[in-house]
């Protein structure tokens, strides 16, 4: 509001030469200090500069101060916040404009190559080096199991590394890879790829080329376990044991002897895994899944409620199939 509109219309060209002197010197200074001292790259010295080439609001202070003292008169003083309000105006342009720009030129990055395996003659593949792989990389180590792992994400990599883990840089799901690591002789392969196409593609390759070998896969959820399943691969759920466990927890705070507890849970676990496989046989019914799920968990109640043992998912599927074109919108199924 203390800029002089009279001021800006009969002076435009000096406002707009000093507007030009303001942004260009503190643009310029401000690269070269991103550049050398900040040790940026030219892109992010450029962001700098133009986020940061107008004028500060605070010269609108210095400005009234140095006026109300006598450095300068009130033309002058005008003429300069004229200039920096036009400055603070002009900045959010020219921010966006240089992004803009820089966008539609990215830096591409040449590809990182693939790192050489040499052939250790490993027991042990695991193809992913997550939290999931990691884990079965360190039990492995604690036994002196020769294994080698090999990741997909060069960031991953680099960052295992920082803690001496031997990983290899590479994509499992690629033939060559896997010859060059000495797959022909692995006894197990671990599937450990998060993303679930990768997985089920590695899965794959493994299966088709070293039939003889075990493979063990880390499973999403129930429908990737059981196109694990469909490839004869022994599918494990992420997150089903430690839920489970935490569900064990949760019984003995709530006052249930330990003992008793960790019986539930082992009978749960029985349970569901039975489920788990008795549905892989309907799992493309969806009718008949949803028929299932709820029968089991009418048994698992009666389970608990009479101690009993096994059995009980014997007969699912067959009442399930009888009674799936009956049944009326059940609650949606949840694998």
């Not at 004869?232 to 466990?245: D, K, M, N």
């Not at 008949?288 to 009418?298: D, G, H, P, W």
């Amino acid at each position: 509001m203390s800029v002089d509109l009279a001021r800006m219309a009969a002076e435009p060209l000096v406002i707009a030469a000093g507007v030009l002197l303001l942004m260009t010197v503190k643009f310029a200074v401000l690269f070269a200090v991103g550049l050398r001292p900040g040790k940026l790259d030219v892109r992010e010295a450029l962001l700098l500069g133009s986020v940061l080439a107008l004028g500060g609001e605070f010269a609108f202070v210095v400005f009234g101060e140095a006026q109300r003292v006598g450095l300068f008169d009130g033309v002058l003083r005008d003429r300069l916040v004229a200039i920096v309000g036009v400055s603070m105006v002009l900045t959010p342009l020219l921010l966006a404009g240089l992004s803009r720009l820089l966008s539609a030129h990215p830096v591409r990055k040449p590809a990182r190559a693939y790192d050489v395996i040499d052939n250790q003659h490993p027991q042990v593949l695991i193809a992913g080096f997550g939290r999931f792989g990691q884990i079965v990389a360190r039990l492995l180590l604690a036994q002196r199991v020769r294994f080698v792992a090999i990741e997909h994400s060069p960031e991953q990599v680099d960052f295992v590394r920082r803690f001496g883990n031997q990983i290899y840089y590479g994509d499992p799901t690629r033939l060559e890879l896997l010859r060059a690591a000495g797959a022909e002789g692995v006894k197990v392969f671990v599937v450990a790829i998060e993303d679930v196409e990768a997985n089920l593609k590695a899965a794959r390759l493994i299966r088709h080329e070293y039939p003889q070998a075990r493979v063990l896969a880390r499973a999403r959820n129930r429908r990737h376990a059981w196109e694990l399943m469909d490839l004869g691969v022994e599918a494990v759920r992420e997150t089903f044991l430690s839920s489970l466990f935490l569900g064990e927890r949760v019984l003995v705070a709530l006052g249930t002897p330990e003992a008793v507890a960790a019986d539930r849970a082992r009978r749960f676990r029985t349970h569901d895994e039975a489920l788990l496989r008795t549905q892989y046989q309907v799992y493309d019914d969806e009718a008949a899944l949803i028929q299932t799920s709820q029968e089991a968990r009418k048994d698992l109640e009666q389970l608990f409620a009479a101690d009993q043992g096994e059995g009980v998912l014997g007969g699912l599927v067959d009442r399930a199939r009888g009674s799936a074109a009956g049944t009326a919108d059940p609650e949606p199924y949840q694998p």
